[in-house]
């Protein structure tokens, strides 16, 4: 296909399916549109706006399901193969986003296609099969009832060893809330977050398998080879990338067990004494390689292997994150590496989100211990601190809604619903959406964040947090690292790091690279090299604020508002020890208020009409 009409950086079509209708089409990618939201989560609510009235159930047949590429995907930009999905959120009732690493994201680009926009439900299971522009919609009655491994193979062997599949488990299959979106078969890159998973199973959407040999135009083809030649041996040589390289993402739990950042028996406790058995050096007894997402020269993924016992893995798997460890491992209290590496790898088989699972977990495990559920409520089992076998069983009852796993598939909020009596207290979620295993009451910019984040409590929306008390970076506005307890300053600096962050989003690019030698500057050469916008620095920080403004217009349509910008009571309120950090309460509503001020949102957290008009976003405000 001829690139002298596209746009550099895209392939300049969406593919958009009907699965209802049984209708495949595509259409032009505004050149408007890809300077003011750039692709991935920017274009995906751009998308979401025009095909998802905020008022509709997350299950009904007009919810859109977006998946979005951004201008660095397939290129050899740093870690750009990443891809964003869009949607309303089953688990929230509003904005849900999910990014995902792996290679899909590069070759669905490929096909011809910077994203692909899917309405309607299909009365049978389907897949979709897309072989650079041609598409297929596919029966997938021979896949249903399968777990994301055993579809990955099934699909490379019926079609080819050279397509990349994104797929659900029998978790999204079984609308799950919290399920998501596999991708690269054992090695297990997900689309986790907010439910993602369980829209497409709404949508009976097995896969979407993908194979293309394109390349989209670059503007400075010979200007971003150069950059890329510069910059490369830079990024691998940083420290901060031959950390991650050795230890993966958790090699950072002991560090955030010192501080008080690590979840610990569903947020009630300030230390583990587990914590060695779980950490970075515990995963290397069961790793077996290391994994590179598309265009990464980190390599911070794991693989590991256990050959034998009651949690054998049966050849290698995906190794776990820090937040999986975190959440299935300090925070229900299971100490054993191994117990943790089978837990995630059938939340990978299932389709589950791991942070949404631990958290859903730790919360029956403090129902149960407190008499709001008895054994008989959890048939027959004793869910107890600590019980990795009681933990898999629960974990296949969720994934396949029998029994209690009907309930506990429902996420904390619903669940402290139904319990009634005050199950609200060990329900540890913001806006519905489960907490990631960072802790607000050991990081002021934590709480901020977390209250803000369009999609529920997400420690990447304004991936702050490493720079208080740890990093720092002049690039970014941190000359040197914060005072983690302060106040002062903390809310423009939450916003700006939101804004930056919407941008890596909808690039979309890996955010440790900000820590590997591509810092905010780089990071704007970059997209000029492969775009030529012409955007500087102040453009760049202009564009992420319309992209989260744009998201929060959103929710705001979804009567999202200031009452939902909190954090859950054990947060606020419960003190973890004696000492003077172990002590330390996040002062929210302080910092909220001239969060809100900076933002230009009115008092009840509304965007304000000056701002929507600043932004030039007057077009959404259908």
């Not at 688990?91 to 692909?116: F, H, P, V």
């Amino acid at each position: 296909m001829g690139c002298e009409k596209m746009i550099p950086g895209y392939m300049g079509k969406i593919l958009k399916v009907d699965l209802i209708k049984r209708k495949i089409e595509s259409f032009s990618l505004d050149a408007k549109d890809a300077k003011d939201f750039i692709g991935g989560s920017g274009l995906g609510a751009k998308f979401l706006h025009e095909y998802t009235d905020a008022k509709i159930n997350a299950f009904d047949s007009e919810n859109a399901l977006i998946f979005m590429t951004g201008p660095l995907a397939a290129t050899k930009a740093f870690s750009g193969d990443r891809f964003e999905v869009v949607t309303k959120s089953p688990l929230t009732n509003c904005y849900a986003e999910a990014s995902c690493g792996g290679q899909w994201g590069g070759m669905l680009k490929r096909t011809g296609y910077d994203g692909i926009i899917i309405t309607g439900k299909s009365n049978s299971p389907v897949y979709l099969h897309i072989n650079n522009e041609h598409v297929d919609i596919v029966d997938a009655g021979e896949l249903w009832g399968k777990d994301t491994f055993q579809t990955n193979q099934i699909l490379k062997n019926n079609i080819s060893k050279d397509i990349e599949i994104a797929c659900i488990g029998q978790g999204g299959e079984n609308l799950v809330r919290f399920a998501g979106i596999h991708t690269q078969d054992i090695h297990s890159r997900m689309a986790a977050r907010a439910g993602v998973g369980a829209v497409m199973g709404s949508k009976k959407l097995k896969a979407i398998a993908v194979f293309g040999d394109n390349k989209p135009p670059i503007f400075d083809e010979e200007g971003f080879q150069k950059f890329w030649k510069e910059y490369s041996k830079k990024v691998a040589s940083t420290f901060d990338a031959k950390d991650m390289r050795d230890n993966g993402t958790v090699g950072s739990l002991l560090y955030c067990e010192t501080v008080g950042d690590l979840p610990i028996k569903n947020w009630s406790m300030r230390r583990f004494a587990g914590a060695e058995n779980i950490s970075g050096s515990a995963v290397k007894e069961i790793l077996t390689k290391k994994y590179y997402c598309g265009s990464c020269l980190v390599g911070c993924g794991r693989t590991v292997n256990v050959p034998d016992g009651r949690f054998m893995t049966n050849g290698p798997v995906g190794g776990m994150e820090y937040e999986t460890v975190a959440m299935v491992g300090s925070n229900l209290l299971i100490n054993d590496i191994k117990a943790v590496s089978k837990i995630n790898e059938l939340c990978n088989r299932f389709g589950i989100d791991t942070i949404s699972t631990g958290s859903v977990l730790a919360m029956a495990m403090e129902c149960h211990e407190n008499n709001l559920l008895s054994t008989d409520d959890l048939d027959g089992i004793d869910l107890k601190w600590g019980d990795a076998d009681a933990v898999i069983e629960i974990l296949h009852k969720i994934a396949h809604r029998e029994g209690i796993g009907n309930l506990l598939a429902e996420g904390t909020r619903r669940i402290a619903s139904e319990i009634g009596s005050y199950a609200a207290e060990f329900a540890v979620h913001v806006k519905g959406l489960e907490l990631p295993a960072h802790d607000p009451r050991a990081k002021n910019s934590l709480a901020i964040s977390y209250a803000t984040s369009n999609r529920g409590a997400c420690h990447l929306s304004a991936f702050g947090y490493d720079f208080e008390h740890l990093c720092s970076s002049p690039e970014l506005g941190v000359p040197e690292p914060l005072d983690r307890f302060e106040t002062k300053g903390k809310p423009a600096y939450v916003a700006r790091m939101e804004n930056i962050m919407s941008m890596c989003d909808s690039l979309s690019t890996c955010k440790f690279m900000l820590f590997c030698a591509i810092s905010l500057p780089q990071l704007v050469q970059e997209l000029e090299l492969i775009t030529g916008f012409g955007l500087d620095v102040g453009d760049f920080l202009k564009t992420g604020e319309r992209i989260f403004n744009l998201k929060r217009m959103y929710n705001n349509k979804c009567g999202i508002s200031r009452k939902d910008d909190t954090l859950p009571p054990r947060i606020l309120n419960l003190k973890r020890g004696t000492g003077a950090d172990e002590d330390q309460l996040p002062p929210l509503n302080i910092m909220l208020e001239e969060y809100y001020k900076l933002r230009g949102w009115n008092e009840i957290g509304f965007v304000s009409l000056e701002k929507i008009k600043e932004l030039g976003l007057e077009r959404f405000l259908k």
